[in-house]
């Protein structure tokens, strides 16, 4: 097949034409013409959660990781206490992180197929007042569950806690407005549901906290109130840019905003999950999680538990079929997982469907 895979993964996903075509053209990282285009995507970003007034972004190089990371090095002064909420691979991820740069870490955990809870939060809180900052995964890529923003932002607010929102999977797809909400930080990254190319991350930093963050900091290229004075003054990225990975970012974005913006891709991608889970509800898969807690970005399905089934053939077949499936993350069972993210639409889940269909049949299971 000469036709590139469907990605049906959380990240590097399906693009559309146009946005790879944004990346043939070589870009000066000094130019006027390039400052303009990152500037313009700077803005474009604080719109889409209506972060204007409050916040600044701060774009960095890297996967989205090394935006957590550098979110939690700048945000967090070295003596402070960070509470990760943890029901899942990304929030101990979070833990890992804040421990490794030697932030004191507390790392409150939960079932993966539920949700964090917000009333735990405050007994959590009012437990130990040395807490300093709530680390929070929006959407737990690793299975699917979406975790209520509203509420522990809410709770950290009224607590006066610094809040810190991993909100990579969801960002530009489940609403985040800024203004209904109180965090300190809240990161995303250009390969997930704006639609992008891996390659740089972003994080939102409320401008009263930037302000504060000075020196906090142990790592040069990290650092985002050094990222953020350095592009506020000459307009250009401190270390190198991803200039291609910024081009074809804001190509997707335009694409973003022609097609309704956050609402109009929560449809989409709401279904696409939709026809998913139907779909695999025919061939008799079930998903892990409760229908109220699944986000419509990734569903993770129990696998078969005939004794042909294995995930490696699994994957392999379905990737002559031209789709690109992703591995489970859970440790007690036998999973795997389909995103619905990417520029997909109903058609495409329903060929994954049917290809899916045809490789059970094919490696002799009947599920
Ligand atoms: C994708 C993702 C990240 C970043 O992962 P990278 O592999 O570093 O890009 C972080 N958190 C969540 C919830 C994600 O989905």
């Keep these: 097949m000469d036709r590139d895979a469907i990605l049906l993964t959380p990240g590097p996903l399906t693009t559309t034409l146009r946005t790879k075509l944004a990346m043939l053209r070589d870009w000066g990282s ?11 995507l700077r803005a474009q970003l604080l719109a889409i959660v209506h972060g204007e007034e409050m916040h600044v972004v701060v774009p960095l190089q890297g996967s989205g990781t090394f935006s957590v990371e550098a979110a939690v090095a700048t945000v967090v002064p070295r003596d402070g206490h960070v509470l990760v909420l943890d029901n899942g691979a990304y929030c101990k991820r979070l833990g890992k992180l804040a421990t490794l740069m030697g932030r004191r870490t507390t790392i409150h955990q939960r079932a993966e197929d539920e949700a964090v809870s917000a009333d735990e939060l405050e007994g959590l809180l009012r437990a130990d007042s040395s807490i300093t900052h709530v680390g929070f995964i929006h959407c737990e890529t690793g299975t699917g569950v979406l975790n209520p923003l509203q509420a522990v932002s809410d709770v950290c607010a009224r607590h006066g806690k610094g809040l810190i929102v991993d909100a990579m999977s969801s960002f530009a797809a489940l609403e985040i407005d800024a203004r209904k909400l109180q965090f300190d930080a809240l990161i995303a990254a250009s390969g997930k549901c704006l639609e992008g190319v891996p390659g740089m991350g972003f994080v939102f930093v409320r401008k009263s906290v930037l302000a504060r963050c000075e020196g906090n900091s142990h790592s040069l290229a990290m650092d985002l109130f050094d990222q953020h004075a350095y592009m506020e003054k000459t307009g250009q ?3 190198t840019p991803p200039t291609h990975v910024v081009a074809a970012l804001a190509e997707a974005v335009r694409q973003f905003n022609e097609e309704g913006g956050q609402p109009a891709r929560l449809a989409r991608y709401t279904d696409n999950c939709g026809t998913l889970v139907r779909g695999m509800a025919d061939l008799g898969f079930e998903p892990f999680l409760k229908p109220a807690l699944q986000a419509p970005i990734i569903v993770t399905f129990h696998a078969p538990s005939h004794p042909a089934y294995q995930f490696k053939a699994f994957y392999e077949a379905a990737k002559a079929r031209g789709f690109l499936l992703y591995p489970g993350k ?15 639409g109903r058609n495409e889940m329903q060929q994954a469907v049917n290809a899916i269909g045809d490789v059970l049949s094919d490696m002799g299971i009947r599920h």
């Design 30 to 40: 000094w130019d006027a013409d390039f400052n303009a285009m990152t500037a313009e």
């Design 237 to 239: 990225w401190r270390f």
């Design 330 to 344: 859970l440790t007690q069972v036998e999973t795997f997982r389909v995103g619905c993210i990417g520029a997909i």
